[in-house]
C-alpha cells in the first residue's frame, strides 16, 4: 500500500471517532441481532460479545489514543557510516497485508483496523460468525471515515467466509498476505498454523499461573488470586492455576481458607494429589492435560510444590507462556521466579489481569503474543512495524 501521510491519517481516525458516537444506535441495534442468536451456554464467549455504551466509549477511545500517538512508519532507528563510504540508515516500514482471525469481540474490529491503519498496513478482518452484525456495522463505519478522505475502502476488509472457505484462503490466498494473527481457543490457533502459508503470530491463549511463597504476605495474596480469578472470567490474562509452597506457615489452614473464599465467589475447584489430602471433597485432577487447560470461566486448579525450583518447572512444563505471578516479600527469590519463568510477562505480588495494553501503557493492542518472534506481549502501534534498511552510495563496488 502507498504510504501516507501521517496529517490523512489522524484525519480518519478523528473522524472514525464521530462516526462511532453518531451512530451508537445503529451498533447496538446490530450487536443485539447477535446477542439474540447467540447461544448463552458458553458464557466466556458471550461476555465478549456485548457491546453497550461502555462499550462504545472505549472503542472511541481506543482510536483517539492512536491517533494521538506518535507515526510508528519511516521512523528511524540506526544510521552508520561505513568506511566505504556508503550511508547506511535503519528506518521502520510497514508490514504490509495483516490477517486477523478472532471469536467474538466486536471491540477487535476497531483496535485491530486502528493499528493496522496507523502504521500504514492493510487489514483483513475474520471475525466469527456470531458476531457477524456487530462486526459489519462497525466495517461500515470505517469504510465511511476511509472514503470522506479519499481513501480506497479495502485498507480495511471485511473477510465473509465460512471454515471451508477460510481454509481455503489461508493456503492459497487471492492477495498479498505478509501476517496472520488468531486470537482465539487452542483449535483455532491450530487450524489457522496448519493451513497458512506465511508468518503466524500465536496469540491469546493464556493458562496463567500464580505461585505463593512461603514468604507472601497471605492476605495480599488472597486479594490478587481473587482478582486474578474472577474479574474477567473471559479474559486471556486471568488466572487459572494457583500454586502453594508447602513450607508456608499454617499451609494446612491456609489451603481451607482460600478454597473456602474461591468457593464462596461461585468458583469451582480442582486439586493435585497433595492437595486432595487436606481439601478431602475437592475432586482430584485425574487427566494430567488440565495443567495445560486455559479455563475462559469460574474454574481453577490449586496445586502443591515444596519449593521455588519446582514451581518454576511446572509453570514452564505447562503454562501458556502468557503471565505468571509470584507472592512473595523477598525481592530475590521474586528476581529468580521472574529471570527464569517462560512466559511474556511476569510479576511480583500483582495481578496477571495487567497483561493489556492499555494497562501496561501500550494503548490499543492488536493481541497478546507468546511468541518470541518478532515481539513478546502486548502488539500496540510500535510493534506493527518492520524494518528497511535505506544504502545511500556513490558507485560503490564490492571487491
Given at each position: 500500500?502507498?504510504?501516507?501521510?501521517?496529517?490523512?491519517?489522524?484525519?480518519?481516525?478523528?473522524?472514525?471517532?464521530?462516526?462511532?458516537?453518531?451512530?451508537?444506535?445503529?451498533?447496538?441495534?446490530?450487536?443485539?441481532?447477535?446477542?439474540?442468536?447467540?447461544?448463552?451456554?458458553?458464557?466466556?464467549?458471550?461476555?465478549?460479545?456485548?457491546?453497550?455504551?461502555?462499550?462504545?466509549?472505549?472503542?472511541?477511545?481506543?482510536?483517539?489514543?492512536?491517533?494521538?500517538?506518535?507515526?510508528?512508519?519511516?521512523?528511524?532507528?540506526?544510521?552508520?557510516?561505513?568506511?566505504?563510504?556508503?550511508?547506511?540508515?535503519?528506518?521502520?516500514?510497514?508490514?504490509?497485508?495483516?490477517?486477523?482471525?478472532?471469536?467474538?469481540?466486536?471491540?477487535?474490529?476497531?483496535?485491530?483496523?486502528?493499528?493496522?491503519?496507523?502504521?500504514?498496513?492493510?487489514?483483513?478482518l475474520k471475525g466469527g460468525k456470531e458476531a457477524y452484525h456487530s462486526n459489519k456495522a462497525l466495517v461500515k463505519f470505517w469504510h465511511q471515515a476511509l472514503t470522506e478522505n479519499n481513501l480506497p475502502s479495502n485498507f480495511i476488509q471485511f473477510l465473509e467466509m465460512d471454515r471451508t472457505q477460510t481454509q481455503e484462503f489461508l493456503k492459497t490466498p487471492d492477495q498479498d498476505l505478509d501476517l496472520i494473527v488468531p486470537r482465539g481457543g487452542e483449535r483455532?490457533?491450530?487450524?489457522?498454523?496448519?493451513?497458512?502459508?506465511?508468518?503466524?503470530?500465536?496469540?491469546?491463549?493464556?493458562?496463567?499461573?500464580?505461585?505463593?511463597?512461603?514468604?507472601?504476605?497471605?492476605?495480599?495474596?488472597?486479594?490478587?488470586?481473587?482478582?486474578?480469578?474472577?474479574?474477567?472470567?473471559?479474559?486471556?490474562?486471568?488466572?487459572?492455576?494457583?500454586?502453594?509452597?508447602?513450607?508456608?506457615?499454617?499451609?494446612?489452614?491456609?489451603?481451607?481458607?482460600?478454597?473456602?473464599?474461591?468457593?464462596?465467589?461461585?468458583?469451582?475447584?480442582?486439586?493435585?494429589?497433595?492437595?486432595?489430602?487436606?481439601?478431602?471433597?475437592?475432586?482430584?485432577?485425574?487427566?494430567?492435560?488440565?495443567?495445560?487447560?486455559?479455563?475462559?470461566?469460574?474454574?481453577?486448579?490449586?496445586?502443591?510444590?515444596?519449593?521455588?525450583?519446582?514451581?518454576?518447572?511446572?509453570?514452564?512444563?505447562?503454562?501458556?507462556?502468557?503471565?505468571?505471578?509470584?507472592?512473595?516479600?523477598?525481592?530475590?527469590?521474586?528476581?529468580?521466579?521472574?529471570?527464569?519463568?517462560?512466559?511474556?510477562?511476569?510479576?511480583?505480588?500483582?495481578?496477571?489481569?495487567?497483561?493489556?495494553?492499555?494497562?501496561?501503557?501500550?494503548?490499543?493492542?492488536?493481541?497478546?503474543?507468546?511468541?518470541?518472534?518478532?515481539?513478546?506481549?502486548?502488539?500496540?502501534?510500535?510493534?506493527?512495524?518492520?524494518?528497511?534498511?535505506?544504502?545511500?552510495?556513490?558507485?560503490?563496488?564490492?571487491?
Amino acid at each position: 500500500m502507498k504510504l501516507l501521510n501521517t496529517d490523512i491519517k489522524n484525519k480518519v481516525l478523528a473522524d472514525m471517532e464521530r462516526i462511532l458516537d453518531k451512530n451508537r444506535e445503529e451498533l447496538l441495534q446490530a450487536n443485539q441481532k447477535d446477542l439474540d442468536a447467540f447461544d448463552r451456554d458458553d458464557q466466556a464467549l458471550y461476555d465478549r460479545l456485548v457491546v453497550d455504551q461502555k462499550k462504545v466509549d472505549q472503542m472511541i477511545q481506543a482510536v483517539k489514543e492512536v491517533r494521538l500517538q506518535s507515526d510508528p512508519v519511516n521512523q528511524e532507528i540506526s544510521t552508520r557510516h561505513l568506511d566505504n563510504g556508503l550511508k547506511i540508515i535503519n528506518k521502520t516500514a510497514p508490514f504490509g497485508t495483516i490477517m486477523i482471525i478472532y471469536e467474538s469481540r466486536p471491540d477487535v474490529t476497531v483496535e485491530a483496523a486502528v493499528l493496522a491503519f496507523k502504521a500504514n498496513n492493510k487489514i483483513l478482518l475474520k471475525g466469527g460468525k456470531e458476531a457477524y452484525h456487530s462486526n459489519k456495522a462497525l466495517v461500515k463505519f470505517w469504510h465511511q471515515a476511509l472514503t470522506e478522505n479519499n481513501l480506497p475502502s479495502n485498507f480495511i476488509q471485511f473477510l465473509e467466509m465460512d471454515r471451508t472457505q477460510t481454509q481455503e484462503f489461508l493456503k492459497t490466498p487471492d492477495q498479498d498476505l505478509d501476517l496472520i494473527v488468531p486470537r482465539g481457543g487452542e483449535r483455532l490457533i491450530a487450524f489457522v498454523k496448519e493451513h497458512a502459508k506465511c508468518a503466524v503470530l500465536v496469540s491469546g491463549r493464556g493458562n496463567n499461573f500464580l505461585y505463593v511463597h512461603p514468604e507472601a504476605d497471605w492476605e495480599k495474596s488472597l486479594e490478587v488470586i481473587i482478582n486474578a480469578k474472577t474479574h474477567k472470567i473471559s479474559a486471556c490474562n486471568a488466572l487459572d492455576k494457583i500454586l502453594i509452597d508447602t513450607r508456608i506457615e499454617g499451609y494446612e489452614d491456609k489451603l481451607k481458607e482460600l478454597r473456602q473464599l474461591l468457593t464462596d465467589k461461585g468458583v469451582s475447584i480442582l486439586v493435585d494429589k497433595k492437595v486432595k489430602t487436606i481439601l478431602s471433597e475437592e475432586n482430584v485432577i485425574t487427566d494430567p492435560s488440565v495443567w495445560e487447560e486455559e479455563f475462559l470461566a469460574m474454574k481453577c486448579v490449586i496445586g502443591a510444590v515444596d519449593n521455588l525450583d519446582e514451581a518454576i518447572e511446572k509453570i514452564n512444563t505447562h503454562s501458556g507462556g502468557h503471565s505468571a505471578s509470584i507472592m512473595t516479600e523477598n525481592n530475590a527469590v521474586a528476581q529468580t521466579f521472574m529471570e527464569n519463568v517462560d512466559c511474556a510477562a511476569v510479576y511480583q505480588n500483582a495481578s496477571t489481569r495487567f497483561t493489556d495494553g492499555g494497562q501496561m501503557g501500550v494503548g490499543a493492542e492488536l493481541a497478546i503474543s507468546t511468541d518470541k518472534l518478532h515481539h513478546r506481549g502486548p502488539l500496540g502501534l510500535k510493534q506493527l512495524v518492520t524494518n528497511k534498511y535505506y544504502v545511500f552510495g556513490d558507485g560503490q563496488i564490492r571487491v
